[in-house]
């Protein structure tokens, strides 16, 4: 019997809160000495599901979505770096960065799944994004990440051939938003209680405290 606390973390890969909340929980995990008590599944969300396949320059594309001016969001840049530092994660911006589309990185973090591979993938291709300055919507850079996580390229390439992959992804990401998640990241906890952003160290070593005192 499986008695693991699973962790359905909602995301997406060019979300920086996300890989910042990751680490986080990543670290109250290992604070804690739960790792062998945890079960991690990533799901799909899109922050930008109409971006078009050439992507937006992100400094005009924050300004036109949030209404940022080029001194916010240079400081936003500055605190999202500060929080990534403090785990060891590496923020590159420059000024030629897209938000691209990443619906296909998803159809590939479901493939990984079936190879037992799901978060080294999705952690591969939060660096490959914020840290090597990579497109994580071209398909030459996304069979990269496969190979470097020891997956089969081919086959993992080969399920863009299949429309309805993409559409099971369009699908989950639609059930979560039924079920009230509008931002990322969100952990949802044994389907039981659910929490979003990217929240401290203590704030996630509480939450999988209670969880492991109600399993206890």
Same mark, same amino acid.
């Given at each position: 019997m499986?008695? *693991?606390?699973k962790?359905?973390?909602i995301?997406?890969?060019? &979300?920086?809160? &996300?890989?910042?909340?990751y680490?986080?929980l990543?670290?109250?995990i290992?604070?804690?000495?739960?790792a062998?008590?945890i079960?991690? #599944?990533?799901?799909?969300?899109?922050?930008?599901?109409d971006m078009?396949?050439?992507?937006?320059?992100?400094?005009?594309?924050?300004? $036109? *979505?949030?209404? =940022? =001016?080029?001194? #916010?969001?240079?400081?936003?840049?500055i605190?999202?770096?500060?929080?990534?530092?403090?785990?060891?994660?590496?923020?590159?911006?420059?000024?030629? +960065?897209k938000?691209?589309?990443?619906?296909?990185?998803?159809?590939?973090?479901?493939?990984?799944?079936?190879?037992?591979?799901?978060?080294?993938?999705?952690?591969?291709?939060f660096?490959?994004f914020?840290?090597?300055q990579?497109?994580?919507s071209?398909? #030459?850079?996304? $069979?990269?990440?496969?190979?470097?996580?020891?997956?089969?390229?081919?086959e993992? +390439?080969?399920?863009?051939?299949?429309?309805?992959?993409?559409?099971r992804? $369009? +699908?989950?990401?639609?059930?979560w938003?039924?079920?009230?998640?509008?931002?990322?990241?969100t952990?949802?906890?044994?389907?039981?209680?659910?929490?979003?952003?990217?929240?401290?160290?203590?704030n996630?070593?509480?939450?999988?405290?209670?969880?492991?005192?109600?399993?206890?």
């Open positions: 499986n008695n *693991k606390i962790l359905e973390i995301s997406d890969v060019v &979300c920086p809160w &996300c890989i910042i909340g680490n986080n990543q670290a109250a290992q604070e804690l000495n739960i062998d008590k079960d991690i #599944e990533w799901l799909p969300f899109e922050l930008n599901p078009p396949v050439e992507g937006e320059n992100l400094r005009s594309h924050i300004q $036109r *979505k949030y209404g =940022s =001016s080029p001194e #916010e969001s240079a400081q936003a840049r605190r999202i770096a500060q929080a990534g530092a403090e785990h060891g994660f590496k923020f590159t911006y420059f000024d030629d +960065m938000m691209v589309n990443t619906l296909e990185a998803h159809v590939l973090l479901d493939y990984a799944k079936t190879e037992g591979k799901q978060t080294e993938l999705k952690l591969r291709l660096t490959a914020f840290s090597e990579k497109d994580v071209n398909h #030459e850079t996304l $069979r990269n990440e496969l190979t470097a996580v020891g997956l089969d390229a081919d993992g +390439m080969s399920w863009f051939d299949k429309p309805k992959l993409k559409e992804i $369009r +699908m989950q990401e639609a059930q938003q039924q079920h009230g998640v509008s931002g990322v990241p952990v949802v906890f044994n389907r039981e209680s659910a929490v979003t952003g990217a929240h401290p160290v203590a996630y070593k509480q939450f999988l405290t209670e969880l492991m005192n109600k399993r206890n």
